[in-house]
């Protein structure tokens, strides 16, 4: 009987210390993220503001402007990405 509370004792140490460690790694996780999000974010948002001031300089509208600069950025960040994983 003694034998089996001990086995019992140890499995739930055992889920507590795998949960915990899980717990840690999704904390990470999330960290890594976002971290990950503000630099792309940043790039991003240089990237559309420089082709945002060049294109209404040329006279387009907001419309078109937006448009255009959101196409060009995520396809030249997208480009970017690919070609590092490619490395």
Request: aromatic fraction near 10%; charge should be negative.
């Amino acid at each position: 009987m003694e034998a089996s509370k001990k086995l019992i004792a140890m499995f739930f140490v055992f889920i507590i210390v795998i949960s915990s460690s899980m717990a840690d790694d999704e904390e990470n996780k999330a960290e890594e993220f976002k971290k990950s999000f503000e630099i792309v974010a940043n790039e991003y948002k240089v990237c559309y503001n420089d082709c945002q001031k060049e294109c209404t300089n040329e006279g387009l509208g907001y419309t078109r402007c937006e448009m255009k600069c959101d196409t060009e950025c995520s396809a030249k960040m997208l480009k970017e990405r690919i070609e590092k994983m490619k490395n």
